[in-house]
């Protein structure tokens, strides 16, 4: 019986640590955007037009209605081809699962091979003020730090990445922010919450919850297992685990790298659920007709 192929990396190392996805070119604005209702944004709106009106007269009109015209032309233009589509960059035109590589950049051939920490913390600022409520800037502030922390000691918490997201469902205003992180062990987490920095945001916060009590804050930890989790993307950006990075040492050059987990999952046993789990050969599905990406 012939040996199982290694899984094929799509991504090349890099020399260079990516920064976490947590640092997102959107950030505050979107933070911003989302804080106020869409009501409160249209009556902003309609207000500063009309006091435009007032000073300009109708010329007041132009540049609103020069911008509505050119994203409708720049949406229809991407639509039909004339242009180029920049909600695609970025996406990778397969299918493909997350593999951890191991301490020599190599990706194995058994999936789900190593196990895995998901960490969930959030928060939300329950103010009519949101962001902007008393304490809301000091607490959020150590948010990016403490990433910027677990970046620059990753070995030492095995930290993987980690993503931002707003709760788009919960209530009108989007205040609700929600970090998942990615960590090789749960002893290396723990070392990252008994670390300096992470114990002056916690006794920051223990110090100040009765002087704001409307900001709260929430974490789950999950505790993964080899063969016990298993993730598929289809012609999609690298988000969530795939989005984490693991560091490895040349084995030519010596030198350390940082790859990607994102493998190949197009053909063999990374084509169904169970196989990415180690519990098919990845077949059970070849009875329901070709796969498209095979």
């Known amino acids: 019986m012939a040996s199982p192929k290694e899984f ?12 976490s996805a947590f640092f997102g070119p959107a950030g505050l604005k979107i933070l911003l955007r989302d804080n106020f209702s869409l009501t409160t944004w249209l009556c902003t709106g309609a207000v500063a037009q009309s006091g435009l009106l007032l000073l300009f007269g109708r010329i007041a009109l132009v540049p609103a209605i ?52 998901v960490f969930l913390i959030g928060t939300r600022c329950n103010h009519p003020l949101g962001l902007f409520a008393p304490g809301f800037k000091e607490f959020g502030a150590y948010f990016p730090r403490m990433v910027q922390d677990l970046e620059a000691h990753e ?19 989007q205040n609700e922010m929600l970090m998942v992180g990615y960590f090789r062990t ?7 919450a008994h670390s300096p920095l992470h ?23 999950y505790h993964v297992p080899q063969a016990h989790y298993e993730a598929i993307y289809s012609n999609s950006h690298p988000g969530g ?22 493998v190949d999952a197009s053909r063999g046993q990374l084509k169904t659920s169970a196989g990415r789990m180690s519990r098919s050969a990845g077949n059970e599905h070849d009875s329901y007709g070709p796969d498209p990406y095979s």
Do not use: C
């Not at 039909?80 to 970025?90: A, E, H, I, S």
């Open 8 to 19: 094929i990396g799509l991504v090349p190392p890099k020399d260079k640590r990516p920064r």
């Open 66 to 117: 020069a911008v509505l015209f050119y994203r409708l032309f720049v949406t229809y233009a991407m639509t039909v081809g004339w242009m180029r589509n920049p909600y695609m960059d970025g996406v990778i035109m397969n299918k493909f699962a997350a593999q951890f590589p191991d301490t020599a950049g190599h990706y194995g051939a058994k999936p789900a091979s190593s196990d895995v920490v």
């Open 155 to 173: 070995d030492e918490f095995g930290f993987l990445g980690m993503t931002s997201w707003i709760n788009s469902s919960a209530r009108e205003t």
């Open 186 to 192: 749960v002893e290396g987490l723990h070392k990252f």
């Open 199 to 221: 114990r002056e945001a916690w006794v920051w916060f223990n110090k100040m919850t009765k002087k704001y009590p409307h900001i709260s804050i929430y974490h789950e930890t």
């Open 241 to 262: 685990i795939m989005s984490t990075t693991t560091s490895f040492t040349d084995e030519v050059t010596g030198k350390k790298m940082w790859a990607s987990p994102i």
